[in-house]
C-alpha cells in the first residue's frame, strides 16, 4: 500500500492522510465483437500450435526463388548421394591431422554427375576443419600455366599459415624453397614472383618438375605441422594435366605419405584418370583410390530433384516425380536442368505429371543448345562423323572396329580420330580398343542433331618429293 503523501510531516498529518490508501484505476471494459470473442475462445489451442515450427505454405512459384542450378560445378541447394565420399574425406584430413597415413582420392565420372560439386564440398570441409586449401582446374597443354599456378596458390597458402612477421624457422624454409621453385619456373624471366624472399639452395631448383614440387610439398606440408594445420590442394579436370605433371603431383604426394606430413592432394577428373595416373607411376593405385561417381539412385535421386523445392515450399507429387526420374536418368545436372525448367510451369505450388511434360520440350532445347552443342561445335567434319557413326551403334562403350566398319573405313584410318576426340575430352577409354562418350544422352542428341552420317574423304598426306 502507498501510505503517506510526499512533504507531509508524520507528525502534523491527520491520521486519515497518514493512513491513505491510493487504489489501483478501474480496469476498462473492453467491448468485444462476436467474432473477436469466437477467436478468443481457440486462443489457448491457437498458442500452442504457434510455437511450433510452421511449414511453409505452397505458393505460387516465381523466376525469382527458383531453387535450382543448372550451372557448371554450382553447388544445388542439396546435395545427397555423395555421403560416403564426404565421409571418406573426412577420415583422410582426421588422419592426416593425428600423422597417420591415408589413401588420398581421385574422383572419376561422366560430364555433369557432380565431381567439381563435390570437390567443391571437400574445401568447406577442409576450412571448417581449419586446413588451407589450394583449388586449381587444370588447362589442356599449359604447362607453363601450371607451374605458375602452384608457385601462386601455395605461396598464398603459407602466407594464411602464417604471415611472414610470424613465421617460424619452417615457415621460412618453405618461403625459401617457393622462390627456389618460382627460378625454376620463371626461365626466361617474364614471371613476377613479386616477394623478396631468396631462394633456398639445393631444394626446388633441380629444375625437374617432380622433384622441385616434392621439395615445395615437404616443406609446405612441415610448415603446416608446426602450425597444427594442414593444406589440401583440390585440381579439377585431372585428364588435362600432362603426363610430367601428374607425375609429379604423385610422386610429391608419395614422399609426404613417407614423411606423415599433413598435405594432400585430392583431384576430379573424367573416367580415363585411373588408367592415366596408373601409367604415370605404377605406385599410383596405392596412394589413390578412384571412386567412380555416377547417376543418382532411389531415393536420392528423387530428394535432389524434390528437397530444393520443398524449401521454397514447393511438392512434387509421385507421378511427377516418376516421370522426372524417367527423363533425367537420375544425373545430376539433368535433375538440375529439368527443375529448374518445371519451376515455371508450376502454378499451385504443387509440381503435376503434366507439368514436368510441359517443361519436358524446354528442357531438352537448352540441353542441346548448351549442355550438348558446346561439345559437338568443337569437332571436325571428320570427328562428327566418327560420333554419329558411334551413337549409331547405341550408348554402350563402342569397339573402334566396328565404329570403323560403320563409317566405311578401316580402325587404321580412323585411328587418329579417335585419338583426337579423346584428347578434347569427347571420348573417354574404359578398356583397351574400347570408347565410349564423356557425356550421358550424347548419343541421342547426336542422333537429332546428326540425322545422317555422312563421312568425308580422308586427306592423304602429301610427300614431300610430290610438293617439290
Excluded: C
Amino acid at each position: 500500500m502507498n501510505l503517506v503523501r510526499r512533504g507531509v510531516s508524520r507528525a502534523r498529518a491527520p491520521k486519515a492522510a497518514r493512513l491513505k490508501i491510493i487504489h489501483p484505476p478501474p480496469r476498462r471494459t473492453r467491448i468485444e465483437s462476436p467474432v473477436y470473442r469466437r477467436f478468443r475462445g481457440f486462443s489457448s489451442i491457437y498458442s500452442i500450435f504457434i510455437k511450433l515450427p510452421k511449414r511453409r505454405k505452397l505458393r505460387h512459384v516465381d523466376s525469382i526463388s527458383n531453387p535450382y542450378t543448372p550451372n557448371a560445378g554450382a553447388t544445388p541447394e542439396v546435395v545427397v548421394g555423395r555421403d560416403d565420399q564426404l565421409e571418406a574425406f573426412d577420415v583422410l584430413l582426421r588422419r592426416l591431422e593425428r600423422g597417420r597415413t591415408e589413401q588420398s582420392m581421385i574422383l572419376t565420372g561422366l560430364r555433369g554427375v557432380g565431381k567439381t560439386v563435390l570437390l567443391g564440398r571437400f574445401g568447406d570441409l577442409a576450412r571448417t576443419a581449419g586446413w588451407e586449401v589450394v583449388e586449381i582446374e587444370a588447362v589442356k597443354h599449359d604447362d607453363r600455366r601450371f607451374r605458375q599456378a602452384m608457385f601462386s596458390q601455395l605461396k598464398a597458402a603459407l602466407l594464411r599459415l602464417s604471415p611472414r612477421a610470424r613465421w617460424t624457422e619452417r615457415g621460412r624454409r618453405a618461403a625459401e624453397v617457393l622462390s627456389a621453385f618460382a627460378v625454376s619456373v620463371d626461365l626466361d624471366g617474364t614471371f613476377s614472383v613479386s616477394w623478396d624472399v631468396p631462394p633456398a639452395e639445393g631444394a626446388g631448383d633441380h629444375g625437374d618438375l617432380a622433384m622441385d614440387l616434392t621439395d615445395v610439398f615437404v616443406a609446405l606440408g612441415e610448415a603446416a605441422q608446426e602450425q597444427g594445420r594442414g593444406v589440401a590442394l583440390l585440381i579439377d579436370e585431372v585428364q588435362f594435366l600432362g603426363r610430367s605433371q601428374l607425375e609429379a603431383l604423385i610422386q610429391a604426394v608419395h614422399k609426404t605419405v613417407q614423411r606423415k606430413l599433413p598435405i594432400t592432394f585430392v583431384g576430379a577428373g573424367l573416367p580415363q584418370i585411373a588408367e592415366l595416373a596408373g601409367d604415370a607411376k605404377s605406385y599410383a593405385e596405392r596412394l589413390f583410390t578412384f571412386p567412380r561417381i555416377g547417376s543418382l539412385e532411389g531415393e536420392a535421386a528423387r530428394r535432389a530433384l524434390s528437397a530444393p523445392a520443398a524449401v521454397e515450399g514447393v511438392v512434387f507429387d509421385d507421378d511427377a516425380i516418376d516421370l522426372a526420374m524417367e527423363i533425367t536418368q537420375g544425373y545430376p545436372y539433368f535433375i538440375q536442368e529439368l527443375g529448374y525448367q518445371v519451376w515455371s510451369i508450376a502454378q499451385d505450388g504443387v509440381v503435376h505429371r503434366d507439368d514436368v511434360e510441359i517443361a519436358r520440350e524446354a528442357y531438352d532445347a537448352k540441353l542441346d543448345s548448351a549442355f550438348f552443342r558446346v561439345r559437338l561445335d568443337r569437332a571436325t567434319p571428320l570427328q562428327t562423323a566418327y560420333l554419329r557413326a558411334m551413337a549409331e551403334l547405341g550408348p554402350a562403350p563402342q569397339k573402334a572396329a566396328d565404329v570403323a566398319r560403320v563409317m566405311g573405313r578401316e580402325s587404321t584410318q580412323v585411328g587418329p580420330t579417335r585419338a583426337e576426340l579423346v584428347d578434347m575430352g569427347l571420348l573417354y577409354t574404359p578398356e583397351h580398343g574400347y570408347a565410349a562418350f564423356t557425356v550421358p544422352d550424347f548419343d541421342r542428341f547426336i542422333l537429332r542433331a546428326v540425322p545422317e552420317l555422312h563421312v568425308p574423304e580422308i586427306q592423304k598426306r602429301r610427300r614431300r618429293d610430290d610438293e617439290a
